[in-house]
């Protein structure tokens, strides 16, 4: 009439035991899977990061950068060319540009060199180009900020050069470049005929 459940303690044991164990490996890999994600998460927001750093670089070395607008060059001794002088703007697009950072590299037949701004003036040398304000409506000379901004950047090139500067049909090819890598590349040629220019008279390049 009675039944009697006999329990085995040593096998209810030996069960708990592993339902235990099951429970421990199961937060374990909770543990990792979560350990896991974070590592993920933290790596795609390190790449997007980079992403749009390399990508903001790229743009800024497109449109970061001059226009030339207008070039002449300058009459010196012997029927040379012993001045270059470009009108520069923004380029379309582009952000501001401080000229005192940006650097021209200069290179004709004979000599290749890379100018900076002389801080102490417009007058330009063997080492330094000279910038002058034509037009800057907000004061802030050294820096192009608007497309209505003009500067005059001057160029020796008796002083590069040696001598009296650069002969007739003579090639120079200029890299501008601002300090975000932008640059814009002017390609001149100096007149076939200068005799009879008196010195110090502009010439169309």
């Known amino acids: 009439m009675f039944e009697f459940n006999i329990f085995n303690r040593d096998e209810d044991a030996d069960r708990g035991q592993v339902g235990i164990g099951t429970?421990?490996?199961?937060?374990?890999?909770?543990?990792?899977?979560?350990?896991?994600?974070?590592?993920?998460?933290?790596?795609?927001?390190?790449?997007?990061?980079?992403?749009?750093?390399?990508?903001?670089?790229?743009?800024?070395?497109v449109t970061n950068r001059v226009e030339v607008i207008n070039q002449h060059g300058t009459v010196g001794?012997?029927?040379?060319?012993?001045?270059?002088?470009?009108?520069v703007r923004l380029a379309a697009g582009s952000s501001s540009v401080n000229m005192n950072t940006t650097s021209i590299?200069?290179?004709?037949?004979?000599?290749?060199?890379?100018?900076?701004?002389?801080?102490?003036?417009?007058?330009?040398?063997?080492?330094?180009?000279?910038?002058?304000?034509?037009r800057d409506d907000d004061t802030s000379f050294g820096v192009l900020n608007s497309r209505d901004d003009?500067?005059?950047?001057?160029?020796?090139?008796?002083?590069?050069?040696?001598?009296?500067?650069?002969?007739?049909?003579?090639?120079?090819?200029l890299?501008?470049?601002?300090?975000?890598?932008?640059t814009t590349q002017v390609i001149l040629t100096m007149p076939q005929q200068l005799a009879g220019q008196e010195e110090n008279e502009p010439v169309k390049l």
């Open 77 to 87: 001794q012997s029927d040379k060319i012993k001045r270059l002088n470009l009108t």
């Open 105 to 134: 590299k200069y290179l004709s037949d004979g000599t290749v060199t890379t100018l900076t701004n002389n801080s102490d003036g417009p007058t330009p040398d063997a080492t330094q180009f000279g910038l002058t304000e034509v």
């Open 23 to 61: 429970l421990i490996v199961f937060i374990a890999m909770v543990l990792v899977a979560a350990i896991a994600a974070g590592v993920l998460v933290n790596t795609a927001g390190f790449l997007q990061a980079t992403a749009e750093e390399a990508g903001q670089e790229s743009v800024d070395k």
């Open 150 to 173: 003009r500067y005059e950047v001057a160029i020796d090139t008796a002083a590069i050069e040696g001598g009296d500067g650069l002969d007739t049909g003579a090639r120079v090819q």
């Open 175 to 182: 890299d501008i470049t601002s300090q975000t890598g932008g």
